[in-house]
């Protein structure tokens, strides 16, 4: 019976053994799985900043946005503006062309006239003999 008891003794003392060995490899898993754990929570309070970072990136880039846009649409405003003024101004070049046009003609005709006259003058001298 003593060979029994130191048997079951044995058998008992190697399945410790081998239930210790399991043990270990468990505790050795999770310290690893703890250590994973850490560094899973220590990325993802890196990624809350980097994402608290680009939240405000964003607001600032919605800002700039907004502020283009404002800008935009003075440009635009600006641009109608200055259409119309130019379209003020070549209708206003076109009347003054009209004018100098018309001017012009009115020049020649009276150059012409100048010359004849000056061509009748010079003939009542001719016959008058007055030279």
């Known amino acids: 019976m003593q060979d029994e008891i130191l048997s079951l003794l044995y058998a008992i003392r190697e399945n410790q053994e081998v239930t210790n060995s399991k043990l270990d490899a468990l505790t050795l898993d999770v310290r690893r799985l703890e250590g994973e754990v850490l560094q899973l929570k220590a990325d993802v309070a890196e990624l809350k900043q980097d994402v608290a ?24 405003t600006d641009m109608a503006e200055t259409k119309e003024e130019l379209i003020r101004f070549s209708n206003r070049f076109e009347r003054f062309e009209k004018r100098f046009d018309d ?12 010359r004849f006259q000056k061509r009748d003058i010079q003939k009542w001298k001719d016959v008058q003999g007055i030279l």
């Open 53 to 76: 970072v680009l939240k405000a990136d964003v607001a600032e880039l919605k800002q700039d946005v907004a502020i283009l846009k404002q800008d935009v649409a003075s440009f635009q």
């Open 103 to 114: 001017m012009e003609a009115d020049f020649k005709v009276l150059y012409q006239d100048y």
